[in-house]
């Protein structure tokens, strides 16, 4: 079977369904433990704003799940995310240098909720798409996940052949069972500062997903945040050798995606508007663990009180204070 067919045949599918009363839908195989969990907005996050870090991670053989928080369906609906969907299919296939007909799709339950799940087993690569609206930039749509945010509104169901509803809590209870099940050592996302300049509202909210989801599990995976749009303000720090080389992945993403040539196959994308992504990477780590004095101007925090009000006072005098791996902070003194 072809990528390009696989949107042919689900819709086959449904009709056949609807036509005979029976509303199964094939049933996915179980999520499996990763050492590289990824959770993005849209479809193409990964490919543009986290190379050349997830070519490495795929390459490594031990084990990558992405997930995607939204459809990715902008205005062109279900028949659009399916497009984009067959695209992830046929670029991690390409960067896995293994057959794309080789995915196996179906629907299982995370956290009491549906979702898509496309696993390649050859190359240990999960593909989990929770089917959420797409928010449009600036979180307009009415179902947007910067709406959900905001309490305008309240639950929202999915773009997708199996229907279920989120409401914040289902979101992160969802991710959190994903960090546990896939138990990763890293776990990549999107913007989590906001203060990097203007950037997709979906993809600040899913990267704030992320990481509530992360305190809410019982893993405590290395946590990279990549910034997305507003990189292009910045200066090119990919190698033109690594720049062509994620060029090439994400080609085979736009022929589906895009119709720009056969699903399977690579287009010609190298001066369009990804270039500037492409060219550049731009990750924040975050520290699992810290010590160092607690600093407010040029003086420290000495000691607390029995309230735990702080005392401000000379650094010479002051202790160090550790933050560990469990976000438990202790100072030198014990206290």
């Not at 509303?23 to 479809?43: C, K, R, W, Y």
């Not at 924040?284 to 607390?304: E, K, N, W, Y």
Request: glycine share 10%; net charge negative; aromatic share 6%.
């Amino acid at each position: 079977m072809t990528l390009m067919m696989r949107a042919w045949l689900l819709s086959l599918t449904a009709a056949s369904a609807v036509a005979c009363g029976d509303n199964t839908f094939p049933e996915g195989m179980p999520l499996q433990p990763a050492s590289d969990l990824t959770i993005v907005a849209h479809e193409d996050d990964d490919l543009l704003f986290m190379q050349p870090d997830l070519y490495d991670a795929v390459q490594r053989r031990t084990g990558v799940t992405n997930v995607y928080v939204t459809a990715g369906n902008g205005h062109h609906g279900l028949g659009g995310s399916e497009k984009r969907y067959a695209g992830l299919m046929a670029a991690y296939s390409a960067l896995a240098g293994v057959d794309g007909n080789d995915w196996s799709c179906g629907w299982i339950e995370i956290a009491g909720h549906a979702a898509e799940h496309c696993r390649l087993v050859t190359a240990q690569i999960s593909l989990v798409f929770l089917g959420y609206p797409d928010g449009d930039k600036e979180g307009m749509a009415d179902n947007s996940l910067l709406h959900l945010w905001e309490a305008k509104v309240t639950t929202v169901s999915t773009i997708s052949r199996v229907l279920t509803t989120y409401d914040q809590r289902g979101l992160i209870a969802t991710l959190t069972e994903i960090i546990d099940t896939t138990a990763p050592a890293t776990l990549r996302t999107l913007e989590v500062a906001s203060t990097h300049g203007r950037d997709h509202s979906d993809h600040m909210i899913a990267g704030a997903l992320a990481v509530l989801a992360t305190a809410a599990s019982s893993q405590n995976p290395e946590l990279i945040s990549y910034r997305g749009y507003n990189t292009a303000s910045e200066p090119a720090n990919n190698t033109s050798a690594l720049f062509h080389r994620s060029a090439g992945i994400l080609a085979y993403y736009e022929a589906c995606a895009r119709g720009c040539a056969p699903c399977g196959q690579p287009c010609m994308i190298e001066g369009t508007a990804h270039d500037s992504w492409l060219a550049r990477r731009y990750a924040i780590g975050m520290r699992r663990a810290v010590s160092g004095q607690l600093r407010l101007g040029d003086s420290c925090v000495t000691a607390t009180g029995a309230e735990g009000n702080a005392a401000i006072g000379d650094c010479l005098a002051a202790p160090t204070w550790e933050l560990d791996a469990h976000g438990a902070l202790r100072s030198s003194t014990g206290l």
